[in-house]
């Protein structure tokens, strides 16, 4: 080091004071998920105890004697009906929602001069304004109307209809990234449009894809206002309605309703677990351009 080296202070660059506060992003991270975490691990720790033990006990310290019978009870009072609901309905609304929402995007992209499939985009972004709530009694309507009152196919059809908006939009600012030059040279090797669209928009667009089908799958797995007006019987309850009802029915027995809800988030878990690099690459596809 030199003499003029060592009179002049050293500069430090804008990558050297992001490294040096970086523990303050690490730190607010780990505080979010213990955050995030703290009411998972009581509502499972709660599920393992009895009924006596949970209001002598310390309420998030673990169970002395883990127990099986909160599971039991929740299993026994129809649960596995109420699970087989939420999945018929969730797998009926989201597959045709994605599977529309994506030929209806890639038909907005490629025909973008046509003006009947603009007028159709403005038509699925005016639906992202409307919020389910503002038009139940119009669907109860129309429900009633079509003779579907009470039926697992009345929660489905209105599910349908409220998550192709969104899922177009996101669909369709992801296939305008795809290059040009792919699509032409799929027509000059004699490709039709609906190859094109299987063959090469529905590999490129898989992370938008899976993005669309997990938050469509959440956002009805966990839906409560359709099922609860347009349903009635106890046969044609899902997952959420059954746990307000179970809870009314168990409304001193905590630990069993803690159960019944871990049982109920276990499939969203597992979910999560498969498609989650796809879902990362789908939500920050646009971030790096």
Known sequence: MTALDAGVPKRIGPAARILRWNWVGGASGWVWLFIVMLPIYWIVITSFKTQANYFVTNTFAPPSEPTLENYRTAIENDFVRYFANSVVVSVGAVVPAVVISFMAAYAIVRGARNRWLRAINSLFLTGLAIPLQAVIIPVYLIIIRLQMYDTLMAIILPSI?????????????????????????MRMDGATEWLTMWRLAFPLTRPALVTVTIYNALAIWNGFLLPLVLTQSPDQRTMPLALWTFQGQFGVNVPAIAASVTLTTIPIILLYAVGRRQLLSGLTAGFGK
């Open 161 to 185: 209809a409220f998550a192709i908006p969104l899922s177009v939009l996101v669909l369709s600012n992801f296939i305008r990234d795809v290059p040009r030059e792919l699509f032409e040279s």
